[in-house]
């Protein structure tokens, strides 16, 4: 993929598919089942990480639900692959961005829907319709900011993953790459590593806001963020990989600042609110 460079317009205006990775680390692809492309595509609100191999495809994230025909149409034009060459979609966490289109990618190319453990559903009950609506409009709002024409990303609350996988877990199919639990934004996050060509992807673990790397909004779990945070440190040098950050290499005063940055309390939109109340009963006092 090296000698990609010009960019093609996805016809429905859902995004623009960026030239692929031109890194050495992904420059051929061979039998040997360990060689790579890593191809970074543009979704809907976020970046889409797609690693090619000859025997198969896997992507690192489930995408937005209106990311099905970028996709789609990556492998059509791009690779000139079928979709069925994909085997794999990873889910880091049930975000709209993260897990909307799992399931329509499953049903189209019949490949293997993976997360990691989780005891029960993220958006269970009725709090969690709740918050899924809320997380939808989130996303809606975000596309706005980003200047994206609104498109339809709803999508089951619910994930059926084929595989769970607990921390350190190789991802079948793809072995060279393994998941680690990094939990704290949600309580399910994964990231997902490949040792060999040092690169991580983290997905919402970290955003960058005016210019610089800050934890996501929102963190349902601080301790576990900055555990989670602490984690990192084990891969410094490595390529860093973000759903809505460019790629950077991991260096200790990027962990050091994000672990200053992170939140000592929970910060989602009810804590949010209830934190805003008490200020103004406070207030009224
Ligand atoms: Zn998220």
Known sequence: MNNVSSQLKASEGAGVLSPVNTSKKSSSLHDDGQSYRLHQIQGYIQNIFLVEYKHG?????GACKADLSVVSKYFEQ???????????????????????????LRKLSGCKVICGYFDEHWYKGIKGALSHLTDIALSHWVAGRLGIKRRLIWY?????????????ENIPGFEDWHVISTPGHTAMDISIVHNKTKRMYVADLIVKVKGK?????????????????????????????MAHVKNRELKAGDIRTLINKAPDRPQHNSQVILDRAKRLARLHK
């Open 57 to 61: 495809c896997m992507l690192l994230d």
């Open 78 to 104: 791009r690779l000139k692959r079928p979709l069925s060459d994909l085997k794999v979609v990873m889910v880091t966490h049930m975000h709209p961005d993260h897990a909307g289109c799992a399931h329509l």
């Open 156 to 168: 089951p609350r619910k994930l059926k993953p084929d595989l769970m996988l607990q921390n350190k």
């Open 213 to 241: 790397l800050c934890p996501p909004f929102p963190v349902y779990f601080p301790h576990h963020y900055k555990q989670s945070l602490q984690k990192l440190y084990d891969y410094q040098g490595y390529e860093l990989m």
